[in-house]
């Protein structure tokens, strides 16, 4: 503005004249006076007198007595540089407080917290007041006597038109304080035209949909995983993973640079390994790697990154920053897809009123990702390893999809430890503008990766052109072909293996599925594996020749890179561990079966327990395991293994639906409508269409109470009784009080 002194003259004056500028001494010949030409002299600008309660009065605060008063002869400071704004952008405080006067007095102290950091009465504070401290607009009562949102409007130059800036005015200092949560932000007109400072969505869901050529149902994301893998394996997971299916391949959030996996290294296979896929499936999948790097690193790999062909890239904002996210979605030169993954995220978070501060998750995982330029947003979804509830993931959902203006939605990814029988109640919750994140779940399934990922597509629908092409894998085909894998013979010449075109005659039969549809292809561990069930002769010969497989080129940037790299099979693989895969194959796919029992432990073999439900206000102790019907079976019922542990209960519900019940395990009861019915081995159940039921194990048996449940696929959502219901229920009867804690416990609260 004008008065400041040219930042040139600064090394050209001496000490002396600086200090007296500084002073307000007589300024340096060529400079302007900044007494005069920032600020109007007080005989240009009549003195204002500051009443006891004028500021509180400017800003809608009850009267407070003693007050200091201003000095009646002070200036009114007010820059007049036509570059200072008038317009301000407003923040929503979601404030604790036991009335109303309570949250207006604390926000506030935020106003003054957030702004110049010094009590409102300093002369300091009153010269630049009007222009500088935020000012509270209107207080809403949300819980009367409990929790209240405040809006707060600050002026755009407390931002300086940087986006750090802008977070620190929003929340800063105010984070630090109990009771106080950012529920949400409004821009300016100026700054949310800004695209420097809020870039917003460079693809947006419309944007992304047609750069992966899915113009409807789910988008599909998966992640390459565990940490200690070689960069050539994550290369082999994600060319069947795109084979099969998956529209993002990414990183895990935990991969960076480490000596196992190499970030260049890694980034070079794993893109290629993904075109290739593409090349063979006519569909466009994206490689997105992790940029979890040092600050002065992450914007060179970004670039790196798509150098070297991927497609997308994986922001962590938690640790590396949200204007990092910022720069990148700004740099037209880059120009990739943004996802930003949630690390660290938690501690931003907020709760519901009490001491609980942090930030609403709609626009700590909506808004804000938004703004800085987010396309896909992970969160953990309901029901997972996180504690997420599902109205905290619907709000992050609409916080991602709502109208913003200029603002494209952004895709909502719910995820952390999905699993595949989810994938239609989470199409149901969030609809078909979502990505869906399975990661572990698909490696736990069985190492056919391809045919993992198949299910996957399946699962969400994807049906029709969107589909996965069923055909076996051309590239390894050809290449295995060309290569001439072979074992050999006892006369030292060489045959072909068995499950390659040139042992079958035809593409049909290097299916290696287990069925012969020819949906799926054998991938090379299980053509080893092949081999290896052929003669142990032949161990060697075989292994070497599919490990001689060409795969992506690699090489760091500004290097010759190298040729012909190795197929990646794992070198430590022993026999028995391809043989163990080669059965592993069999859970998967609509195809004839049998899961092996474990009477030990009273588990099927290399099936998961899972969770009972998602929420767990309802029951208590119970467990899951999915048989049959959700991995890829065309019954038209579903088979699951339900156990309640000593003291467990399973809701109090009613459906549409009936199913049968057979007890396997131990000795409990069920709730017929206000009959209870003592259950042990062998027993079998019919419930009845809207009839409410509950099965129980009491707290003192000596072993769980597990029974078979088989279902329609077809079916509705379970819904439980209201409290008042199971009180009616109740009624008349002469329960036990566990019984009854029961009842109550899985009603819906």
Known sequence: PAGAMPSAGVAQISDAAFASWLRGGEHTPGWASPASSVYPSPSASPARGRPSNGVRTYLGLSPRVNVTKRRLDAPTRRPMDSKISPERFWVDYEIAAKSEDEARARAWEACLEQTVELPEDTQAVQDVMPYVVGSIERIAKVVPGELYRVSVAY????????LTQWINVVFGNTSLKPGVSVAAARLSPTLSNDASMFPGPRFGIKGLRELLGVPQAPLLMTALKPMGKSSKEFAA????????????????????????????????????????????????????????????????????????????????????????????????????PLLLHPAMLGGWLGGAGGDAGGMAHDFLFGTLPRLVGADVVIFPNAGGRFKFTPDECQAVAEGCRRPMGRFMPALPCPAGGMKLHRVGEMRQCFGDDTVFLIGGALLQAGPNLEANAFSFAEAAGRHGEYEPPPTASKYLKAKVQAKGVEKPK??????????????????????????GSGKRAMNPRALAAAALLMSPASHKGATAALRRIATPEVGKS??????????????????????????????????????????????????????????????????????MGKRGESCAQHTRYFECAPGGFSTLERHEHEHTVVVLRGQGEVQLGPEIVPLSFGDVVYTAPNHAHQFRCAAHASEPFGFLCIVAADRDRPKPLTADEAKELLKGTDAASAVKEAILGGAAA
């Open 237 to 336: 997971m994600a060319y069947y993973l795109a084979k099969g299916g998956c529209d993002i391949i990414k990183d895990d959030h935990g991969l960076a640079d480490q000596c196992w996996a190499p970030f260049e290294e890694r980034v070079a296979l794993c893109a290629r390994a993904v075109q290739v896929a593409n090349s063979e499936t006519g569909r466009n999948a994206l490689y997105a790697p992790s940029l979890n790097a040092p600050c002065n690193k992450v914007i060179e790999r970004a670039h790196y990154a798509k150098k070297k062909g991927a497609g997308a890239v994986m922001l962590l904002p938690g640790i590396t920053g949200f204007d990092t996210m910022r720069e990148l979605a700004a740099d037209d030169s880059f120009g990739l």
């Open 490 to 515: 006892e006369n030292g010449s060489a045959a072909a293996v068995p499950g390659t075109p040139k042992a079958n005659g035809s593409a049909k039969g290097s299916s290696g599925s287990g069925s």
């Open 155 to 162: 002026p755009n130059d407390t931002a300086g038109g940087e």
């Open 558 to 627: 500004g290097q010759t890179e190298k040729k012909k790299t190795p197929l990646p099979i794992p070198d430590d693989w022993t026999v028995e561990q391809m043989l163990s895969a080669v059965k592993g194959m069999t859970l998967e796919g609509n195809k004839s079966k049998v899961l092996r029992f474990s009477a030990r432990d009273f588990r099927w073999l290399g099936v998961p327990q899972e969770a009972y439900k998602q929420d767990g206000s309802t029951f208590r102790a119970v467990s899951r395991v999915e048989l």
